[in-house]
């Protein structure tokens, strides 16, 4: 589990207990219930699938995973810049539901846009520092990335740093063997 999976379980996801329980659970996270079979309640994500585990629930899936074939439609139409995410942390509460329940919510082809876009921009940034002949990049901005997203970002500009420091080192032991 990454840490934007443990941070996505407490995300509030709505239930329908099977049982009953009149008094409010007081978590850190907050306060929840009462619990009466049939009454749909909004719980932390983890709280929903220990209960679900025990068939003590069922859980009822965001309203957002329905949105999910237009959001795609409309991140193939545009190619420069990321559509804001049906919620913060749509992939992990995906992920969640499809451990769950077993079966898989197609959207592939989103994540796949989404990370083409981000892999892009992280390479105009690489090439913006190659042409300027410098290891300092400016202010940068990501608009409509979610967490894990940023995570992905980081790791591709730490790799391609490294990657340009290592190129630029044989440039310059090459050069330097040249003179002698």
Not at 36 to 57: D, E, F, G, T, Y
Request: aromatic residues 8%.
């Amino acid at each position: 589990m990454d840490v934007c999976e443990f941070i996505a379980e407490d995300d509030l996801i709505e239930i329908v207990p099977t049982f009953r329980y009149d008094r409010q659970l007081n978590l850190i996270t907050g306060d929840f219930g009462p619990f009466r079979p049939s009454v749909p309640v909004k719980v932390p994500m983890w709280l929903a699938i220990n209960l679900h585990r025990q068939n003590k629930c069922s859980i009822i899936s965001p309203s957002w995973v329905n949105n999910l074939p237009r959001l795609q439609d409309e991140q193939e139409n545009e190619t420069t810049r990321l559509l804001p995410p049906p919620d913060l942390h749509w992939r992990e509460t995906l992920k969640l539901l499809e451990q769950e329940f077993g079966r898989s919510i197609q959207c592939s082809d989103l994540i796949e846009r989404r990370e083409a876009i981000l892999k892009k921009s992280v390479h105009e940034l690489f090439r913006e520092a190659y042409e300027k002949n410098t290891m300092f990049i400016g202010d940068v901005t990501l608009d409509n990335a979610t967490p894990a997203e940023l995570i992905l970002v980081k790791e591709m500009i730490a790799k391609g740093f490294r990657r340009l420091q290592e190129l630029r080192r044989n440039v310059l032991s090459a050069s330097n063997r040249k003179h002698y």
